[in-house]
């Protein structure tokens, strides 16, 4: 049995990618029922710590956008039709 629940729990990952890829994996342990009850509670802890991690990087990205765009984001639009 794979069950690498515990597995870098107290590590941060190294890249937004390796977080969702391990996110991804949590859940499809998860609710594929493949984890005892320590497990998936000790999985639930880490999907929440990479959550957040997740969260903190898209804020990052965010702030670095808004002081390209001049602090103002700007909608956008897949057609164009809003640029002039």
């Known amino acids: 049995m794979a069950i690498n629940a515990n ?3 107290t590590t941060a ?9 391990e996110l ?4 499809s342990q998860m609710e594929g ?4 009850l320590e497990a998936s509670v000790a999985a639930y802890a880490r999907g ?6 997740c969260a903190a990087q898209l ?5 670095q956008v808004k002081v390209l765009e001049g602090d103002m ?3 956008f639009s897949a057609d ?4 002039q």
């Open 7 to 9: 597995a870098g729990a």
């Open 13 to 21: 990952p190294a890249s937004f990618e390796e977080a969702m890829a």
């Open 24 to 27: 991804a994996q949590l859940v």
């Open 33 to 36: 029922g493949q984890l005892p």
């Open 48 to 53: 929440s710590e990479l959550v957040k991690y």
């Open 59 to 63: 804020e990052k990205v965010e702030a």
């Open 73 to 75: 984001l700007k909608p």
């Open 80 to 83: 164009g039709a809003g640029e």
